[in-house]
């Protein structure tokens, strides 16, 4: 210590009295550590008959707690503890005694910290320093004379106060760097004004922050819970654990608070080296009359690697590209009536990846571990919380101006990007969920695959309508059951020509089972205690599903239809310009032969410009054709009801064999992956199949109505029809590897059908086309990985469907082409089916109704009736050629292309040994 001055002044005129004390350069100082210095201390106060005034300003002052050495030191005098509480009670009471007479005063305090610093250094934890450039604390109390009712001012204001952790305690400045953020620093605040004010009744905030940033490293959350083990065991010694005795003091409530932040950062490092960076441009936070309001502006998240040890810190302005993007959100809470509203104004993008999803869970699981540890140091036996007696749920409202843009990269090659319009989602009680969306557009790999329109999902639990649909069913146990509803008003889908879907979807099937395995979900036991799905409703105004053409071929066809059309209209010219030469030689008895020659080569000139201009001209004229297949149906509605009599594996099995009592069920019974019934009721106004842009559809079905059961079942796989697949993870991890089962999923159906009219139309004409489209259709749904040859049809048929089908139609129509041109709608055979009954069971139809036989040609023969058949019963039954049980469909296991048994020979098929 080099120098101390302590002043003392009075003034009896004007009653008033101050007093100075400044000292300079003082330390503290061990035998090899230096404790503590401060260059200059100062304080003022003064007493007049206004108040009190008080003025303290610290220069440069640095103070180092080494755990180690303050323990050595304080072990001699622990055992004075009790005297010493016991004297500080004394304390206490004397000075509650001049409390009174202090708050008669009023007060004004200034307290002014400049180039300060606190470093700790703890046993087995890593050391940390808590350094401030600047701090002003201003404090003015009114003279009320009691604690409670007095009115108190706060103003403080901090310049560059942060935190730094797991270096070297010293007792200097850490480097700090305007657009840089350094590693180990949990927390740094370039400038922050708060300003408080306290009443008697309320107490108001307003604070501005600029440049927060925040870190969460593993250093800092290892020296919290070293702190937090020291603060439980001081508080066992000194017996002050125990504060569930004490009684609430005053009650205060806060009034208009607000809080604005601008350029806060977010850091999230992780023990791989991977670092999840979250900004935010501007946060505001207002409380006004009970109703609170949260506004983010440029809300952003990176995710990038952390540079090598010699890189200590890292450039907020270039950071890399964000995965997650919100520009504009506000969020509005009303006590009162318990209602949120979320607002999204612009346009939202998120970017998710496996090496995000890796990094995030990562995080999440490593603050898991954190507050696990934290709630093993705070609290010894686990508090139960005490249920509320007058809950109120909350009502949630979401709603998004802009437009939602939420990629999913699948691998290195392929992406899955979802587009939405505007979205209102509306959470009310008791449990009604309402969401609408005005479009939804899904993108493979930049091609619009999906594409939605107009989508409300709306809860219906115990809705009426439901309940007078499952009245319907005799069978059902149930009187009423939770239930959704989902109404599309347009829902498109297009199979680009070339591009590979199933890969995609294959993909996309790859990453959901290793989200399973990441998260280590295992398959619960399907079960009649299982809980109860809910009953969905289903109802799509406008469904299509094109497959587009070659582009060449769809050029081919224009170009011939062009060539037609302009032979035709050259033939017309070519006359017009003879009987013109005609009508000249009339008048000109001699016309020279070469000016008619040129007339000719004139207009063959011109043909072949026209012939140009119109093939330039045609993709904008008329819209070119695009699809090869085009399946289409209107006003479409499915419902499905789920019941307790066939829920659980034993009722659903019973239903199984009750439907398929054919087909031989083994004794020891299966294992399923997917098991599930439902009661099924759909319509349809029509149902339209049709392909290229020939004039007759494939298939149109005219006011159909559906009911029955129908269950899917996926048999539980054996080890050789299972097979692995890759998933793509970025480093740091490594790729990781999840089994695809082989077995396909199978129908069990019990349905019924009435239709009004059922027209199908087929010829050798287009074989051509559909060979296509069945070449095109394996990109959309890849064959089994199974080397087996494929099955045909009729087999196909037989391994995945099974049951009964009863369709009654008024009016069924099957026209047979006689032409080889695809496009003629004149040469037919047509076979008419009046009140017909068709049957469908195990490889056998049965036909009843009138059939008439009709011969359609362009001609005087046209709608020639060829053969009357009345109360015609027609039987179809196939028989099956096969080593095994036809019906044995259980036992066919598919097999892995990598597990092959040895014995086998070349181009063996699994399905021709048991099936």
């Not at 009435?754 to 070449?775: H, R, V």
């Amino acid at each position: 210590m080099q120098s101390i001055l302590f002043d003392t002044a009075t003034d009896s005129a004007n009653h008033s009295a101050t007093a100075t004390l400044v000292v300079q350069s003082v330390s503290l100082t061990s035998t090899h550590l230096k404790l503590g210095v401060c260059n200059l201390f100062s304080a003022k106060a003064g007493l007049n008959a206004s108040g009190i005034d008080l003025n303290v300003q610290t220069t440069a002052a640095h103070l180092l707690y080494d755990e180690e050495m303050i323990n050595y030191w304080l072990t001699p005098f622990h055992h004075q503890s009790c005297e010493s509480s016991l004297l500080a009670t004394k304390r206490s009471s004397r000075f509650s005694s001049w409390l009174p007479v202090l708050l008669s005063y009023k007060l004004k305090t200034n307290i002014e910290v400049i180039d300060a610093s606190f470093a700790s250094k703890l046993m087995n934890c890593p050391s940390a320093d808590l350094v401030l450039t600047r701090g002003k604390i201003s404090l003015e109390r009114e003279a009320d004379g009691s604690i409670q009712e007095n009115t108190s001012r706060l103003d403080i204001s901090i310049e560059s106060l942060y935190c730094r952790s797991g270096i070297a305690s010293k007792l200097s400045h850490l480097p700090t760097s305007e657009g840089y953020h350094y590693w180990n620093t949990p927390f740094h605040l370039a400038i922050g004004i708060f300003k408080i004010k306290r009443s008697a009744s309320e107490v108001t905030f307003h604070g501005s922050v600029t440049r927060l940033e925040l870190e969460g490293c593993h250093m800092f959350l290892d020296l919290l819970k070293q702190l937090l083990k020291n603060a439980k065991k001081r508080s066992r010694k000194e017996n002050l654990s125990d504060l569930a005795d004490t009684q609430p003091g005053h009650k205060i409530a806060f009034g208009n608070c607000s809080l604005s932040l601008s350029s806060v950062y977010f850091f999230f490092p992780g023990k791989n080296k991977v670092c999840l960076m979250s900004s935010v441009s501007s946060l505001t936070m207002e409380v006004q009359d009970q109703k609170y309001y949260v506004s983010l502006e440029a809300t952003r998240l990176s995710q990038f690697m952390q540079q090598n040890k010699l890189k200590k810190s890292v450039c907020l302005e270039m950071a890399p590209p964000s995965v997650c993007e919100l520009p504009v959100v506000r969020v509005s809470y009303k006590q009162d009536t318990k209602d949120l509203n979320v607002q999204l104004l612009n346009d939202v993008h998120f970017c998710w990846s496996t090496n995000l999803h890796m990094s995030v869970a990562t995080l999440l699981d490593e603050l898991q571990q954190f507050s696990l540890a934290v709630k093993d140091v705070l609290f010894v036996t686990p508090i139960k919380p005490h249920p509320s007696k007058d809950l109120q749920p909350i009502n949630f409202h979401l709603r998004l101006r802009g437009s939602a843009a939420v990629e999913f990269k699948l691998s290195s090659n392929h992406r899955v990007m979802l587009v939405t319009g505007e979205v209102r989602t509306q959470l009310q009680t008791p449990n009604i969920v309402t969401a609408k969306v005005s479009k939804l557009h899904v993108y493979c790999d930049e091609h619009s695959v999906f594409e939605f329109e107009d989508i409300a999902v709306n809860s219906m639990h115990h809705s009426e309508a439901i309940r007078l649909e499952r009245q319907s069913f005799e069978d059902l146990q149930l009187k009423t059951n939770k239930a959704w509803s989902i109404v599309i008003n347009t829902l498109k889908i297009t199979f680009p020509h070339g591009y590979d879907f199933a890969e995609v979807h294959s993909e996309t099937i790859n990453l959901w089972k290793w989200l399973k395995l990441v998260h280590n979900k295992q398959p619960r036991p399907f079960t009649a205690d299982s809980p109860l799905p809910p009953d969905l409703f289903i109802k799509v105004k406008v469904f299509s599903t094109q497959v587009n053409d070659d582009p060449f071929e769809v050029k081919l066809r224009d170009n011939y239809e062009l060539l037609l059309d302009e032979s035709i209209e050259s033939e017309k010219r070519k006359a017009m310009l003879d009987s013109k030469i005609d009508e000249l030689r009339k008048t000109h008895l001699y016309l020279p032969a070469g000016k008619v020659e040129e007339l000719y080569t004139n207009l063959m000139r011109k043909n072949a410009d026209i012939y140009v201009q119109r093939s330039r001209q045609l993709t904008h004229v008329s819209p070119t054709r695009t699809c090869i297949f085009l399946w289409s149906l209107e006003s479409v509605e499915i419902l499905a009801l789920a019941d307790c009599s066939f829920h659980g594996k034993d009722n659903v099995v019973g239903h199984m064999k009750d439907i398929d009592p054919e087909s031989p069920y083994p004794e020891e019974g299966l294992e399923f992956t997917t098991l599930w019934c439902r009661l099924l009721r759909a319509s349809c106004k029509r149902w339209v199949f049709h392909l290229r842009d020939y004039p007759r559809p494939m298939l149109d079905i005219r006011e159909m109505y559906v009911w029955g059961r129908l269950i899917g079942a996926e048999q539980e796989a054996a080890k050789r029809a299972m097979r692995t697949c890759k998933v793509e993870i970025e480093p740091p991890w490594e790729s990781m590897e999840v089994e695809r089962k082989l077995p396909s999923l199978k129908f069990y159906h019990d349905l019924s059908c009435d239709i009004e009219s059922y027209t199908m139309a087929y010829g050798t004409c287009w074989e051509p086309a559909f060979a296509q489209f069945n070449l095109v259709s394996d990109l959309i749904n890849a064959p089994s990985k199974d080397p087996s040859p494929p099955l045909p049809y009729w087999d196909k048929q037989r391994l995945l469907l099974h049951g009964r089908l009863t369709v009654s139609m008024a009016q069924s129509t099957w026209l047979m082409h006689a032409s080889l041109d695809p496009y003629s709608t004149t040469e037919e055979w047509d076979w008419t089916w009046t009140d017909l009954v068709l049957d469908w069971t195990n490889g056998k139809w049965v036909l009843k109704g009138d059939l008439d036989i009709y011969c359609r040609t362009a001609s005087k023969y046209d709608d020639c009736r060829m053969l009357h058949l009345p109360d015609l019963k027609l039987v179809v039954k196939l028989n099956w050629v096969c080593f095994g049980d036809p019906n044995d469909h259980h036992s066919v296991m598919p097999c892995a292309p990598d597990k092959i048994p040895e014995y086998s020979v070349n181009k063996v098929s699994f399905y021709l040994c048991h099936f």
